[in-house]
């Protein structure tokens, strides 16, 4: 596609209730990101994917969290158990693995949870 | 912990001014990348310096490195009320590791 793409762009849920965020990225982009941002914060990093390689998984705040990658592109977030502090914005970037890594991101998904 | 510190955390100048953003990290780096942000989307990439460059131009833009120092400035020049964004610096130290935010800087540009 033309770039990276996230679904849903907008997702309300009840506290307690598991949330699943999908991203797109750019077709051949090898790495992947996942980061969160709260209202008028900087960007928590929070999963890394690059190629075939392990997950760098160290940025996931709580065992409710998890991520995985399917064939090497599309890659989903979940968030069990939702709590509301889980409120935020979820960015998804890609990029190559070379050259210079300049990252390309997605509209993010707004989570809200009530 | 963040590799990249943005400083001022908020910038606030009148349009035609200079918007001069200052960023500190502290590993040794291949190059470090400017990106912006508008009201909560998604982040866009502006511009990149090698670890081996020390000033690099894109338009209105102009950040230069000092490695020995580390730390890396973006100035923008004849800032405009569309420039009204946050901007953050990101650091790569290379293969097998991943891109590193700092937290960003808010622009004000006042018409």
């Known amino acids: 596609g033309a770039g990276v793409s996230q679904s849903p762009s907008n997702k309300v849920t009840e506290k307690g209730k598991d949330v699943e965020l999908r991203c797109d990225p750019i077709s051949g982009h090898t790495a992947l990101y996942w980061y969160r941002q709260s209202l008028g914060q900087g960007l928590e990093f929070l999963i890394y994917f690059q190629g075939n390689s392990a997950p760098d998984k160290s940025g996931l705040p709580s065992d409710r969290f998890s991520a995985e990658r399917t064939g090497g592109s599309v890659s989903t977030l979940t968030i069990q158990r939702t709590q509301q502090e889980d409120s935020a914005v979820y960015l998804c970037?890609?990029?190559?693995?070379?050259?210079?890594?300049?990252?390309?991101f997605g509209p993010g998904t707004r989570l809200l949870v009530l | 912990s963040q590799q990249g510190e943005e400083d001022p955390q908020a910038l606030s100048i009148q349009e035609g001014e200079n918007a001069t953003m200052n960023c500190s990290y502290k590993t040794s780096i291949n190059n470090l990348q400017w990106y912006r942000q508008n009201s909560g989307r998604g982040l866009v990439h502006l511009i990149l310096?090698?670890?081996?460059?020390r000033e690099k131009h894109s338009g209105r833009l102009r950040v230069t490195l000092d490695t020995s120092k580390k730390s890396s400035s973006l100035l923008i020049t004849a800032s405009r009320a569309a420039d009204t964004a946050s901007y953050f610096c990101a650091t790569d130290a290379g293969a097998n590791s991943k891109l590193t935010f700092g937290k960003g800087i808010t622009l004000s540009v006042r018409p």
């Open positions: 970037a890609s990029s190559l693995d070379r050259g210079t890594r300049a990252q390309y």
């Open positions: 310096i090698r670890s081996n460059e």
